[in-house]
């Protein structure tokens, strides 16, 4: 799994930005803010007190456990714990629970 708390604060007050491709689960920890633009190979973890925009492509599950997640790209599945914000923008895609269709 990787941790993206070293990575950000690097970048600065607990903001950064993921680019390219990375293969396994991620995990944003609390107070961190991320813009994803790449591909994640795994899923993809959001915990309480933290946010992400993901315009690109996440290959597995979006497991927001009471973080802000905002979708423009392409997701298998999103699955949300009581208490998590969670917004599929249009034009936007995600796979429906139990690997149904593509939902606009």
């Given at each position: 799994?990787?941790?993206?708390?070293?990575?950000?604060?690097?970048?600065?007050?607990?903001?950064g930005v993921i680019h390219g491709q990375v293969t396994g689960?991620?995990?944003?920890?609390?107070?961190?803010a991320v813009v994803?633009?790449?591909?994640?190979?795994?899923?993809?973890?959001?915990e309480p007190a933290s946010s992400i925009v993901i315009h690109g492509m996440v290959n597995g599950a979006v497991r927001n456990l009471g973080g802000?997640?905002?979708i423009h790209g392409w997701v298998d599945e999103l699955i949300d714990v009581a208490g998590a914000e969670s917004q599929v923008?249009?034009?936007?895609?995600?796979?429906?629970?139990?690997?149904g269709p593509f939902m606009e």
């Open positions: 799994m990787v941790d993206l708390l070293a990575h950000h604060r690097q970048v600065g007050a607990g903001h689960d991620v995990r944003i920890l609390p107070n961190i994803h633009h790449g591909q994640i190979n795994g899923d993809l973890i959001v802000k997640v905002v923008m249009p034009g936007s895609r995600v796979r429906g629970k139990g690997g």
